[in-house]
């Protein structure tokens, strides 16, 4: 029977969207569910630590070295790594100190000098959301397996567009909202096609705001920067394992640095010269490396576009260097601003309602896909989709993949894996074909 033109071109599409999403599908369900989560960690956090926020103040407050010493004296041989600046009277010192890799946080009474909690870093409760989110507590293997689901969803939505793309439509009824009144199936499907639409783009900018994070696409970026001479200082942002969702008061692209003993006095000084500064809390208070007397100042407030990174000589309390979001690279800067954005710290709780949106369109997208695949697969197999005489051309979306393959090497890479098992390996294996439904059959 002749096919009309381009109907081979319009099963490839569907079968590739389909493969897509079912690969996707456990992924977007479990980035959808996490990263609402960690949209609202401010709240979360401020509900977690309201115990150490409402301190009743008794006598005068301690100096910020005595109240280090006391935090160092609950983890034996530790070192300062941070210590957060109070910005109100019934706040708990927080103070961040190291020993054998791992960081603690310890949270100190100003006014008693009592040790309130000690809590690891990395187990934080939204340092796990965080680490869940970007890794799968997994480490670097943890992060490619996220990055490569976020680069196949991004397949997964030009190629449902490509499909949803009306041609025939009267009416925005099952374009733009789903018919609720025409029977399971058309109500499943529109569900699937309007959440698709709704949430692509919103879907595409958190994907593409999330890869500066991920350890292949972040190297691969800070590498191409380097190559063309864009590098601008160190990243903002680290890469790979403790960089999900940014873990909290990470350093120099995500390492702990080696700090030296701090000297008695400085931290006094230096704490007086950054209070009058107004610089956004969290105002994080580090000591100078192994050589040197400059401290760093810096801003970790979430809504990057409000960081400041300051040095202050300990020994005088002097400002040496002051360096301000908007003197960045204008490429710091456009990451910053998506960073923000994803993690609805942007433009405050908006940002956090549209996010939590754009997630629930995405588990939409997830759960409406299955339930279609579910009711229509034959038994026994895996019910890929059926030849249809529909023609479509897709030279936008062939040049779309290959753009995107390139600006992805990971995606391009298991793009061209996936190629090979569909068109060589696969037409040779028989009992895969029919498995998957590409072939009739035989009674």
């Known amino acids: 029977m002749a096919t009309a033109p381009g109907t081979r071109w319009y099963n490839a599409v569907w079968r590739w969207h389909f493969y897509a999403g079912l690969f996707c599908m456990p992924f977007v369900l479990w980035l959808a569910a996490t990263g609402t989560i960690y949209l609202w960690k401010p709240q979360i956090e401020a509900w977690l630590e309201r115990p150490y926020d409402t301190l009743t103040p008794s006598g005068p407050r301690a100096s910020a070295e005595a109240q280090v010493k006391a935090a160092l004296a609950a983890v034996w041989g530790a070192t300062l790594h941070k210590y ?90 099952g374009v733009l909202y789903p018919r609720l009144r025409s029977g399971k199936r058309l109500f499943w499907r529109d569900l699937h096609a309007v959440a698709g639409i709704w949430v692509a783009a919103l879907a595409l900018f958190l994907i593409s705001t999330g890869l500066p994070w991920a350890k292949f696409w972040g190297s691969y970026f800070k590498d191409v920067r380097a190559v063309t001479g864009t ?166 979306l062939i040049g779309a993949i290959v753009l995107l393959a390139v600006a992805m090497p990971l995606f391009g890479a298991t793009l061209v894996l996936a190629v090979i098992f569909d068109r060589l390996l696969l037409p040779r294996w028989p009992a895969a074909q029919r498995w998957l439904g590409l072939v009739p059959i035989r009674a």
């Open 231 to 396: 590098l601008d200082g160190p990243q903002d942002w680290p890469t790979g394992a403790r960089s999900a969702m940014l873990g909290d008061h990470a350093e120099h692209e995500g390492m702990t640095m080696p700090h030296a003993v701090a000297r008695g006095g400085d931290l006094d000084r230096v704490a007086a010269a950054a209070y009058p500064l107004g610089i956004a809390p969290p105002v994080l208070l580090a000591p100078p490396g192994a050589k040197g007397t400059e401290w760093t100042v810096t801003s970790d407030a979430a809504n990057r576009p409000l960081r400041t990174t300051i040095t202050v000589d300990g020994a005088t309390g002097a400002l040496t260097s002051r360096r301000d979001f908007a003197e960045r690279h204008w490429l710091d800067r456009v990451v910053g601003y998506g960073i923000a954005a994803h993690e609805g710290a942007l433009f405050g709780i908006v940002n956090q309602l549209l996010g939590t949106l754009t997630a629930l369109l995405l588990a939409t997208l997830s759960v409406s896909g299955a339930v279609m695949w579910w009711r229509r697969r034959p038994g026994g197999l895996l019910g890929a989709p059926i030849p249809l005489l529909r023609p479509r051309y897709g030279p936008v």
């Open 84 to 173: 957060q600046l109070p910005q109100a009277p019934g706040e708990a010192a927080r103070i961040i100190v190291g020993k054998d890799g791992s960081e603690t946080r310890v949270y100190v009474d100003p006014y008693r000098l009592r040790i309130l909690r000690t809590e690891v870093e990395s187990e934080r409760p939204m340092r796990v959301i965080s680490d869940l989110h970007g890794t799968f507590r997994a480490g670097n293997p943890g992060s490619w397996l996220v990055e490569i689901a976020a680069c196949w969803t991004v397949t997964m939505l030009l190629t449902g567009l490509y499909l949803w793309w009306p041609r025939r439509a009267r009416g925005l009824a």
